[in-house]
């Protein structure tokens, strides 16, 4: 079965995934499927073919696409697969950002991008490079800038959390980073400023107190 489903991630047609991501959501994050998914290449496969921002993928098969691969980086083996890669990193970075960031994004799609990016940022962070990693930094403090119409509570609490874990992992030189480009506590979203935990992990980070 687990042969039968790498080789869909392959050769099916791409308006056709979305059966396919939906089923790996929840194999992805057994040790053993997940292991025997990404020996045929299914992963990487996956990645390329419903999100990089090229490829012919309904909204719909993103955010499947999407929730699959978020699932899959809390096994340290999968995200040091991803991100070790260099064509499946670009494709997973961009395909994502694209997401959170498009105008015609739905709350949904731009709510799935901001869980993978927290998860990529919290399992991640040691396996991606500095480029990388500076350019998800960057990604999120430019998102928590931009003015919307409508703000997402939840999507704004996981690009601070996001935030956090990559200041946690990049040290002081993320850290100078985000003081540079205007990080402080008292701006970031009303809803990450309400949960006192994170605003004073926040805090410690950012060298404020």
């Known amino acids: 079965a687990l042969g039968a489903l790498a080789r869909a991630f392959s050769e099916w047609p791409v308006g056709r995934l979305s059966m396919g991501c939906f089923v790996a959501r929840t194999l992805l994050v057994e040790p053993a499927a997940s292991a025997i998914l990404r020996a045929a290449g299914a992963l990487r496969t996956l990645v390329l073919r419903t999100l990089a921002v090229g490829a012919d993928a309904s909204v719909t098969t993103r955010v499947l696409g999407a929730s699959a691969v978020a699932n899959a980086i809390a096994l340290p083996a999968a995200a040091a697969e991803l991100l070790e890669h260099a064509e499946a990193s670009s494709a997973l970075l961009d395909g994502m950002l694209a997401m959170l960031k498009a ?9 799935m991008a901001a869980a993978l990016l927290y998860n990529l940022a919290l399992h991640g962070a040691t396996h991606a490079d500095e480029e990388r990693a500076t350019m998800l930094l960057c990604a999120i403090i430019d998102e928590l800038n931009v003015e919307r119409e409508v ?5 704004d609490v996981r690009l601070v959390r996001a935030l956090g874990q990559l200041l946690l992992y990049g040290g002081e030189e993320k850290r ?16 990450a400023r309400a949960d006192d935990a994170l605003r004073a992990d926040l805090s410690v980070l950012l060298g404020e107190v």
Do not use: Q
Not at 151 to 155: A, H, I, N, S, T
Not at 176 to 191: H, I, M, N, R, S
């Open 151 to 155: 703000r997402l509570d939840e999507v």
């Open 103 to 111: 105008d015609a994004s739905a709350p949904n799609t731009r709510l």
């Open 176 to 191: 100078e980073l985000a003081t540079a480009l205007g990080v402080e506590v008292g701006t970031l979203p009303a809803a």
